[in-house]
């Protein structure tokens, strides 16, 4: 009898400590459930802010790419810094964003034209921020967070591009120009030389392709720029000869293209005070250094002319004008000492 009542006894105490042990098992489960819901929360809120995130880079990068093509401005040119932070905001709306003000966009690398002799922005930042509403961690408190991205571009002087005339100017004639700090000497600027005195076989005339094509390929390229790639320190042949007709017949037809302020219905079209900068006017030409044999020139750079009407001459003459063009960029900051700068630029991404 003794021995039934200790093990009714034991069969009690097991049965409480066993009971004792759920109710701690569902405390431990319920704050467990608590944490893994306030971690899900967590979870499922920060993805919604980074998709956020994505999307507002993606705004930050459309704007500086876009409005960057407006760049160099003068540091002095209120409109015109104006017009490219109004420009950045249109695009940042475009891939919506919609709250980019003039406050979140800077330009910055002030550098000093070296055609002009004025100081210019080079680069251009903005920051776009948004504040994101949380959904389940609102339960803690959190009733939004802010998130915030920028991206910059930069100028950078072209290295390597399509598109050239096979026509041009030595580096020499280039830097003296540019270091007159006179407007004057980057206007009506002698790009390829008709007959005139002096006996001399070379007139300006580059074979870009180096296969001896002569005329007929030189007159395409003035017309419409040579497809192939053309980079600095490549060597060029020149072409002997004035080719006058080649040069006209390709010239005019370049020339005649502008569609720009009235060029189709009897207007003056794109000129040194007004241009498209697409206007087939425009010409990307080499400046180069004459080579090692008296029959060739290597690239040191490139520069771009807004072509002049012209008469049946051989003559081709230009006003030298900054573009941003589509090419391959040397990485390198727009300086007022660059050896390779002679106003042909690309736009990169640089933050």
């Not at 003296?176 to 002698?190: G, K, P, Y």
């Not at 180096?210 to 007929?216: D, K, P, V």
């Not at 090692?292 to 049946?312: H, M, P, R």
Request: hydrophobic share 40%; with cysteine.
């Amino acid at each position: 009898m003794r021995k039934k009542i200790i093990k009714l006894k034991k069969l009690r105490l097991f049965r409480g400590i066993k009971n004792e042990e759920s109710g701690a098992v569902v405390v431990i489960v319920a704050v467990a459930l608590v944490v893994f819901m306030s971690l899900l929360a967590l979870v499922i809120d920060l993805g919604i802010a980074y998709l956020d995130t994505g999307e507002i880079q993606k705004a930050a990068d459309a704007a500086v790419y876009s409005a960057g093509r407006q760049l160099p401005v003068d540091t002095e040119d209120t409109p015109a810094i104006n017009a490219i932070k109004d420009s950045a905001i249109h695009y940042a709306s475009l891939n919506g964003s919609q709250n980019l003000t003039r406050d979140n966009i800077s330009l910055g690398k002030s550098v000093r034209n070296k055609f002009t002799d004025k100081y210019q922005f080079t680069e251009l930042k903005v920051t776009i921020t948004k504040s994101v509403p949380m959904v389940f961690a609102k339960t803690f408190g959190v009733n939004s967070i802010d998130i915030s991205r920028s991206a910059a571009a930069k100028l950078s002087p072209v290295n390597r591009t399509t598109g050239l005339a096979p026509i041009g100017l030595t580096k020499t004639d280039m830097e003296a120009r540019i270091a007159s700090n006179q407007l004057t000497q980057l206007t009506h600027v002698t790009l390829k030389y008709g007959v005139h005195d002096g006996a001399q076989s070379f007139f300006g005339a580059l074979d870009l392709d180096g296969q001896g094509g002569g005329a007929n390929d030189y007159r395409i390229w003035i017309a419409q720029g040579y497809e192939g790639e053309i980079s600095v320190g490549d060597v060029l042949l020149k072409e002997d000869g004035a080719m006058k007709t080649p040069t006209y017949q390709g010239f005019i037809t370049r020339y005649n293209g502008c569609t720009h302020f009235g060029a189709q219905t009897g207007g003056d079209g794109c000129t040194i005070d007004h241009f498209d900068p697409n206007c087939s006017r425009i010409v990307k030409v080499p400046i180069y250094s004459l080579g090692v044999d008296k029959n060739t020139v290597v690239v040191e750079g490139f520069a771009a002319f807004l072509l002049e009407s012209q008469t049946n001459d051989g003559f081709i003459t230009g006003s030298f004008i900054n573009i941003i063009s589509s090419g391959t960029s040397s990485g390198e900051d727009v300086t007022d000492t660059g050896n390779a700068d002679f106003g042909v630029y690309g736009l990169m991404l640089s933050e």
